[in-house]
């Protein structure tokens, strides 16, 4: 019957606090993901490319994620032009690597589900009807 | 040097377009986790504990994930006091499984990253200054 499983007596289980909104929106996953993956940094052309973003889409959540040390932002010069350079900051790959440590729990969560039960209704607690 | 990685060249490659808010967010996410571990559904009262949400936002998320089809939300009575009973639809089963698999892209992305590179600049392309 609903509600009788042992993990219903785990408050917050499946809560997953360590999803915060500033790493889980899926724009700054995207460059958190992308600048992970290049340790030397990634040129703003390349990093925008790479997550499907916008200019000005890119240049705010790269604000936000430089202002919460995430991230380092460089600007310079590459053949006399001005560009500006992307690298995950030293914090900013710990705490991604700790946001997937959530994310890997997500999955085994849902690797441990049971199968669909019939939609019939069936076997609703008595009493119970469908709104 | 840093845009001379392969990867560069695969657009949207760490745009992650399975994210898709409605399941992303992360109370829904929670919600969708904690249905979908107990396929016979949950009552109103374990779900908002095992998510840790209030009674307000699990009742906004619910219609919400009610309105895409995601979920089921029947009314009924409990040793004679009114009960909400929420489960996973098979659309939500099938919409949730295929957004692990995206999850499962993210950590294998993570896990194929490089060592942090030393955070001194002394690697950056000349002229590159830090702002």
């Not at 509600?3 to 500033?22: I, M």
Request: aromatic share 6%; glycine share 8%; proline share 4%.
């Amino acid at each position: 019957m609903a509600g009788n499983d042992n993990t219903v007596r785990e408050p917050g289980r499946y809560a997953y606090d360590g999803l915060e909104r500033l790493l889980h929106e899926r724009a700054r996953l995207s460059i958190l993901a992308s600048l992970a993956a290049h340790a030397d940094g990634l040129l703003f052309n390349d990093l925008k490319s790479l997550c499907s973003l916008s200019d000005g889409n890119l240049s705010r959540q790269l604000q936000t994620l430089h202002e919460a040390g995430l991230v380092e932002v460089w600007k310079g010069f590459k053949k006399n032009r001005p560009q500006t350079l992307c690298r995950i900051s030293e914090e900013g790959r710990r705490r991604f690597l700790e946001y997937v440590t959530v994310l890997e729990n997500v999955i085994a969560d849902a690797a441990r589900q049971k199968p669909a039960a019939a939609s019939d209704g069936n076997h609703l607690p008595r009493g119970v009807a469908p709104t």
